[in-house]
């Protein structure tokens, strides 16, 4: 067979096998290795990849941030910051009308500044904010809507992992993705508070509300939360001003907020040794799409898929607009049944080489960085976006008694919030771009 249609042919294949529930990075190993395979045509070069590939991939000094952020997610939970930032949030909005769950998105922003995980951002809050939300009247369908939909900004305000892993796909700088996402991801805190504004209008029943605390208790409340700005400037200002490459920058902030949670009381040795294993665990499961993503993508780039895709691309005329609107349609439609971190590492190496190619009326890096982002918008919808949304089962599984059709029909007015976002960092590329043109 032809080694571009023999990989056109691989993906119902790596689909059919992530629908029968296998684990999709041994999906895409199995898949780049059979298809590298029938295209070498004999064992001996497939055996010479098989012995370097994991090596070459998990020896890349850039991926060690990872774990780092992914322990530093462990100790802000041991420390109270989940809790601190929410009841600091609930004391000073929580008497507006629909307040309580403006109050938990602003938590999982602040939250998101130290986590870097949609789904650990959208459990630890869920853990905090969903018994108050449900004290206070709140429907079902708007107090899980709310808390998945601020759970994706856990991957949307830097620090990132999905992020990290598209500035190593895409060799661009980290620090400056992590400025180009900043007012994206406040963006779309402050675009799901006007949702949950409009919804409380409209639908009054919805929403309760608690009585306003007195100013004394408010400024306590938010004293308590000092310990997440200092982390947050320390860690990614340090990055942005070249203080600290990325990676030292992950493991002071781990450091940092391991400290805390020590001081704080949250941290033994018993919940050290758990942290250590959950950090493990997570970070074996990242690593293990990487090394498959890693052996699916040789196989591609050995069929010349992408270079003759992005070829064919250009020889249709088509506007880079067009294309780039065909791309994250492909996204938010695959974004339903796939997770945000496969779909990356799956993709880019496809799509990116298009991009790239195309001429959006900026120079190659800040169509990187831009389109970057809305990559990362895109796979953040579909983490709230119906039959998957991972992060509406994380809440799920925390209030049962919720029906998934409520969830879906309270989510859907922050899926809409989303979309709209998207067609204005399309529109307005200058709102992504604006802030790292002040480290150039």
């Given at each position: ?122 459990a630890t809050m869920g853990q905090v904010a969903l018994p108050e939300l449900r004290r206070a009247g709140y429907e079902g369908g708007l107090a ?123 941290l033994d040795r018993v919940r050290f040794r758990q942290a250590l294993e959950a950090t493990a665990s997570g970070t074996a499961m990242v690593f ?125 007015p922050f899926v809409i919030a989303d979309l709209t976002r998207v067609g204005l960092l399309v529109g307005f590329p200058s709102i992504v771009l ?7």
């Amino acid at each position: 067979m032809d080694p571009i249609w023999l990989a056109a042919a691989s993906f119902p294949c790596l689909m059919l096998l992530i629908f029968l529930r296998v684990p999709i990075g041994l999906a895409m190993l199995a898949m780049g290795l059979a298809g590298s395979w029938l295209i070498y045509g004999d064992l001996a070069p497939l055996l010479n990849q098989m012995k370097t590939l994991a090596y070459g991939q998990f020896s890349t000094h850039s991926l060690s941030i990872v774990p780092l952020f992914l322990l530093m997610g462990q100790f802000a939970v041991l420390g109270g910051i989940s809790q601190a930032l929410f009841k600091a949030a609930e004391a000073l909005v929580g008497h507006w009308r629909g307040g309580i769950a403006m109050a938990a998105i602003g938590a999982c922003a602040g939250f998101g500044s130290i986590c870097g995980s949609s789904l650990a951002t959208a459990a630890t809050m869920g853990q905090v904010a969903l018994p108050e939300l449900r004290r206070a009247g709140y429907e079902g369908g708007l107090a899980s809507g709310a808390l998945a939909a601020g759970g994706t900004l856990g991957i949307l305000i830097p620090p990132s992992i999905v992020l990290v892993i598209y500035a190593i796909l895409a060799e661009q700088n980290i620090a400056v993705l992590f400025a180009a996402a900043f007012v994206p991801g406040l963006l779309a805190a402050v675009s799901y508070m006007l949702v949950v504004a409009t919804v409380v209008r409209l639908r009054p029943h919805a929403a309760g509300s608690i009585p306003p605390l007195p100013l004394a208790q408010r400024w306590r409340a938010l004293g308590q939360t000092w310990s997440v700005g200092v982390i947050f400037v320390l860690v990614v200002g340090g990055i942005y001003t070249g203080l600290f490459t990325p990676t030292e920058g992950a493991a002071v902030g781990a450091v940092c907020t391991g400290l805390l949670a020590w001081w704080r009381g949250g941290l033994d040795r018993v919940r050290f040794r758990q942290a250590l294993e959950a950090t493990a665990s997570g970070t074996a499961m990242v690593f293990m799409i990487v090394l498959g993503a890693a052996a699916y993508n040789i196989f591609l780039a050995l069929s010349m898929l992408p270079q003759e895709l992005a070829q064919w691309v250009g020889e249709q005329g088509l506007s880079p607009f067009a294309v780039l609107w065909a791309i994250l349609i492909f996204y938010l439609i695959f974004g339903c049944v796939m997770d945000s971190l496969s779909m990356i590492l799956l993709t880019i190496p496809i799509f990116f080489p298009m991009i790239s190619a195309l001429d959006f009326g900026m120079s190659p890096e800040d169509a990187a960085i831009w389109f970057g982002i809305l990559v990362l918008i895109v796979v953040e919808v579909g983490l709230i976006t119906p039959p998957v949304g991972m992060n509406l089962f994380v809440i799920r599984a925390m209030a049962p008694d919720i029906p998934m059709a409520a969830m879906y029909r309270g989510v859907l007015p922050f899926v809409i919030a989303d979309l709209t976002r998207v067609g204005l960092l399309v529109g307005f590329p200058s709102i992504v771009l604006f802030v790292t043109r002040f480290s150039s």
